[in-house]
């Protein structure tokens, strides 16, 4: 579980910014940037978009880059998922 706070939020340009500030995973420092673009070529959005996300932290004792890395691309993926099932649920 972890405790988030917003950095900042532009509707315009599609994107949240988000720090942890408190976890159980052991994590001192993580600022992460979600994007929603635009597929390649399609400005207007109407073929798909995509899901950008970046992220900056210390490291975490104990865990090696690669398994923090597996771990973040899991929640990830999950939260994709539940955002497409819930897209598809109201079409």
């Known amino acids: 579980m972890a405790k988030e706070?917003?950095?900042?939020?532009?509707?315009?340009k599609r994107c949240l910014s988000y720090e942890v500030i408190d976890n159980n995973v052991g994590i001192k420092s993580y600022v992460v940037t979600v994007m929603v673009l635009p597929i390649d070529g399609d400005d207007d959005g109407r073929h798909g978009c995509k899901i950008e996300w970046e992220?900056?932290?210390?490291p975490i004792e104990g865990w090696r880059f690669e398994d923090w890395v597996s771990y973040l691309e899991g929640n990830f993926r999950s939260m994709?998922?539940?955002i497409e099932d819930a897209?598809?649920?109201t079409s």
């Open 5 to 12: 706070k917003l950095l900042a939020i532009d509707p315009i």
């Open 55 to 58: 992220f900056v932290c210390d």
């Open 80 to 82: 994709a998922k539940k």
């Open 87 to 89: 897209l598809l649920s």
